[in-house]
Protein backbone atom coordinates (compact mmCIF):
# COMPACT_ATOMS: atom_id res chain seq x y z
CA UNK A 1 0.00 0.00 0.00
CA UNK A 2 2.88 2.53 0.69
CA UNK A 3 3.98 1.90 -2.59
CA UNK A 4 0.44 2.79 -4.50
CA UNK A 5 0.64 5.87 -2.04
CA UNK A 6 4.03 6.94 -3.26
CA UNK A 7 2.80 6.56 -6.68
CA UNK A 8 0.16 8.88 -6.19
CA UNK A 9 1.91 11.28 -4.87
CA UNK A 10 4.08 11.38 -7.06
CA UNK A 11 1.20 12.10 -10.08
CA UNK A 12 0.02 14.72 -7.73
CA UNK A 13 3.55 16.38 -6.82
CA UNK A 14 3.89 17.03 -10.69
CA UNK A 15 0.59 18.07 -11.15
CA UNK A 16 1.02 20.61 -8.58
CA UNK A 17 4.62 21.88 -9.94
CA UNK A 18 3.45 22.19 -13.52
CA UNK A 19 0.12 24.02 -12.18
CA UNK A 20 2.59 26.02 -10.07
CA UNK A 21 5.52 26.41 -12.19
CA UNK A 22 3.62 27.44 -15.57
CA UNK A 23 0.20 27.77 -15.02
CA UNK A 24 -0.81 24.76 -17.04
CA UNK A 25 -2.66 21.66 -16.14
CA UNK A 26 -1.65 18.12 -17.29
CA UNK A 27 -4.52 18.13 -19.86
CA UNK A 28 -3.57 21.78 -20.84
CA UNK A 29 -0.06 20.54 -21.18
CA UNK A 30 -0.77 17.18 -23.09
CA UNK A 31 -2.93 19.61 -25.36
CA UNK A 32 -0.30 22.18 -26.20
CA UNK A 33 2.25 19.47 -27.14
CA UNK A 34 -0.33 17.38 -29.45
CA UNK A 35 -0.85 21.39 -31.69
CA UNK A 36 2.94 22.14 -31.24
CA UNK A 37 3.57 17.99 -33.65
CA UNK A 38 0.53 18.66 -35.39
CA UNK A 39 0.17 22.57 -36.30
CA UNK A 40 -3.35 23.56 -37.42
CA UNK A 41 -5.21 20.60 -35.88
CA UNK A 42 -9.12 20.98 -35.16
CA UNK A 43 -11.06 20.13 -32.14
CA UNK A 44 -12.44 16.24 -33.16
CA UNK A 45 -8.71 14.86 -34.11
CA UNK A 46 -7.24 16.36 -31.15
CA UNK A 47 -9.75 14.69 -28.84
CA UNK A 48 -9.25 11.61 -30.85
CA UNK A 49 -4.99 12.03 -30.01
CA UNK A 50 -5.34 12.71 -26.44
CA UNK A 51 -8.50 10.62 -25.67
CA UNK A 52 -10.35 13.77 -24.21
CA UNK A 53 -13.94 14.97 -25.07
CA UNK A 54 -14.60 17.17 -27.22
CA UNK A 55 -16.27 19.87 -24.83
CA UNK A 56 -12.89 19.09 -22.55
CA UNK A 57 -10.68 19.76 -25.61
CA UNK A 58 -12.92 23.00 -26.47
CA UNK A 59 -12.54 24.53 -22.84
CA UNK A 60 -8.84 23.46 -22.95
CA UNK A 61 -8.00 25.40 -25.80
CA UNK A 62 -10.07 28.28 -24.90
CA UNK A 63 -8.21 28.39 -21.99
CA UNK A 64 -4.46 28.33 -23.68
CA UNK A 65 -5.94 31.09 -26.39
CA UNK A 66 -6.69 33.33 -23.60
CA UNK A 67 -3.36 33.22 -22.15
CA UNK A 68 -1.89 33.40 -25.45
CA UNK A 69 -0.23 30.21 -26.15
CA UNK A 70 -2.29 29.34 -29.49
CA UNK A 71 -4.64 31.10 -31.83
CA UNK A 72 -7.51 29.74 -33.89
CA UNK A 73 -7.80 30.14 -37.62
CA UNK A 74 -10.85 29.56 -39.53
CA UNK A 75 -10.16 27.21 -42.09
CA UNK A 76 -10.72 28.38 -46.01
CA UNK A 77 -12.04 25.49 -46.93
CA UNK A 78 -15.07 25.10 -44.06
CA UNK A 79 -15.46 28.42 -42.32
CA UNK A 80 -17.18 26.30 -39.26
CA UNK A 81 -13.96 24.03 -38.60
CA UNK A 82 -11.16 25.87 -36.64
CA UNK A 83 -7.56 24.94 -37.25
CA UNK A 84 -5.38 25.73 -33.78
CA UNK A 85 -1.83 27.00 -33.60
CA UNK A 86 1.15 27.46 -31.16
CA UNK A 87 1.44 31.63 -30.77
CA UNK A 88 5.21 32.85 -30.17
CA UNK A 89 4.42 32.53 -26.38
CA UNK A 90 2.85 28.77 -26.94
CA UNK A 91 6.07 27.58 -28.76
CA UNK A 92 8.32 29.32 -25.74
CA UNK A 93 6.42 27.83 -23.10
CA UNK A 94 6.81 24.13 -25.66
CA UNK A 95 10.39 24.55 -24.81
CA UNK A 96 10.51 25.36 -21.27
CA UNK A 97 8.09 22.52 -20.15
CA UNK A 98 10.05 19.41 -18.62
CA UNK A 99 9.04 15.91 -19.68
CA UNK A 100 5.19 14.69 -18.83
CA UNK A 101 5.79 11.94 -15.77
CA UNK A 102 4.37 9.00 -17.85
CA UNK A 103 6.90 10.28 -20.47
CA UNK A 104 9.96 9.66 -18.02
CA UNK A 105 8.51 6.16 -16.66
CA UNK A 106 7.90 4.97 -20.19
CA UNK A 107 11.49 6.00 -21.37
CA UNK A 108 12.74 3.86 -18.03
CA UNK A 109 10.40 1.22 -18.51
CA UNK A 110 11.29 0.47 -21.86
CA UNK A 111 14.89 -0.24 -21.00
CA UNK A 112 13.55 -3.08 -18.79
CA UNK A 113 13.60 -6.60 -20.84
CA UNK A 114 10.65 -7.98 -21.59
CA UNK A 115 9.96 -10.59 -19.04
CA UNK A 116 10.08 -7.50 -16.30
CA UNK A 117 7.84 -5.22 -18.75
CA UNK A 118 5.03 -8.17 -18.46
CA UNK A 119 5.31 -8.61 -14.41
CA UNK A 120 4.74 -4.48 -14.20
CA UNK A 121 1.87 -4.82 -16.59
CA UNK A 122 0.75 -7.88 -14.84
CA UNK A 123 0.78 -6.48 -11.20
CA UNK A 124 -1.00 -3.30 -12.55
CA UNK A 125 -3.63 -4.57 -14.11
CA UNK A 126 -3.96 -6.98 -10.98
CA UNK A 127 -3.71 -3.45 -8.93
CA UNK A 128 -6.61 -2.33 -11.49
CA UNK A 129 -8.82 -5.00 -10.57
CA UNK A 130 -8.18 -5.21 -6.87
CA UNK A 131 -9.59 -1.45 -6.81
CA UNK A 132 -12.39 -1.66 -9.20
CA UNK A 133 -11.34 1.08 -11.35
CA UNK A 134 -11.90 -1.48 -14.82
CA UNK A 135 -14.44 0.92 -16.31
CA UNK A 136 -12.34 4.23 -15.15
CA UNK A 137 -11.47 5.56 -19.16
CA UNK A 138 -7.79 6.21 -19.04
CA UNK A 139 -6.28 9.63 -19.65
CA UNK A 140 -3.18 10.27 -21.60
CA UNK A 141 -2.18 12.48 -18.69
CA UNK A 142 -1.39 11.43 -15.31
CA UNK A 143 -3.65 13.80 -13.00
CA UNK A 144 -4.82 13.94 -9.80
CA UNK A 145 -7.59 16.47 -8.00
CA UNK A 146 -8.35 19.85 -8.84
CA UNK A 147 -5.00 22.30 -9.01
CA UNK A 148 -5.85 24.69 -11.41
CA UNK A 149 -5.51 28.48 -10.22
CA UNK A 150 -9.41 29.59 -11.72
CA UNK A 151 -11.55 27.00 -10.12
CA UNK A 152 -12.18 24.84 -13.35
CA UNK A 153 -12.01 21.25 -13.87
CA UNK A 154 -10.14 21.35 -17.14
Request: hydrophobic content about 40%.
Amino acid sequence: MVSLRKIIQAVDIHSRMLNKRFGLTGPQLIVLQEISAQAGISITPLSRVTSLSQATVTDITKRLESKGYIQRKKREDDKRAVSLFLTASGEAMIKELPPLLQEKFTERFSGLENWEQMMILSAFERVVSLMAAEQIDASPVLVTGPIQNDGAAS
